[in-house]
């Protein structure tokens, strides 16, 4: 049991960051600002914010090329401002994705991240499923999906979560198999499910890579419950 709760706190903590707002106060701005909800929490907008929409999309039409590219580079700027704790910021940015391409799954993706970061996996998987009835073949969103199964696993102790995981994460790895991050999850839900063949076979392959995601202490730990 102590490995397991050293290894999820581990298995979480690659993506941590200092946030700037609480849930709580979150979800209060929520009620008066529609772009901290996910696609504009699809209410109306008052005839400024529509203009300033169409401003948006022209010039990052023209700046990108096509609305897509333009979303595209949208999505990324979002995630940029998430990894430093603008939360806000970030989700303005990913709504912006979606109003130029409401069929791009990496904007339902960067949604889910948002609600990754507070610690709400339902709204989190809620957001993540959107993006795969988009594109089923996403491994980003596959992954955080299979991760959030992990949690549920460690937290709810059923075994369920745990094969749904490793569903999750096979899949995304026969998509990319050179996303460390998949890599490293991977092998720490095959750890979990005490095969260890498995788990050293995605962490060799994750050094191989340069093992980056890799947190501190798991070597130590797959060592100590995987022999070799």
Avoid at 80 to 90: E, H, I, Q, S, V
Avoid at 151 to 167: M, P, Q, R, T
Avoid at 214 to 219: L, M, N, T, V, W
């Amino acid at each position: 049991m102590k490995y397991i709760i050293t290894i999820f706190i581990a298995f979480f903590s690659v993506a941590s960051f200092a946030q700037q707002i609480t849930y709580a106060q979150w979800k209060k701005d929520a009620e008066t600002e529609i772009n901290l909800i996910p696609e504009y929490g699809n209410l109306p907008k008052p005839k400024e914010m529509i203009a300033e929409d169409q401003k948006l999309i022209d010039l990052a039409i023209k700046t990108d090329g096509t609305s897509h590219k333009a979303s595209e580079h949208l999505v990324s700027l979002g995630f940029d401002y998430l990894y430093r704790g603008d939360l806000k910021t970030a989700m303005k940015r990913f709504n912006q994705a979606w109003l130029l391409d409401n069929k791009n799954e990496n904007a339902y993706w960067g949604f889910g991240a948002i609600y990754f970061s507070f610690n709400d996996y339902d709204e989190a998987l809620k957001q993540f499923e959107k993006g795969l009835l988009i594109n089923p073949n996403s491994s980003n969103i596959l992954t955080d999906e299979a991760t959030i199964n992990t949690g549920y696993f460690v937290s709810k102790h059923d075994a369920n979560y745990l094969d749904k995981a490793i569903e999750l994460f096979n899949k995304s790895y026969k998509i990319d198999p050179l996303n460390q991050n998949t890599l490293f999850k991977l092998s720490v839900a095959y750890f979990y499910k005490s095969d260890c063949a498995n788990a050293w076979k995605y962490y060799d392959e994750c050094m191989k890579l340069g093992g980056k995601s890799i947190s501190p202490g798991y070597a130590e730990a797959l060592k100590k419950q995987c022999n070799r």
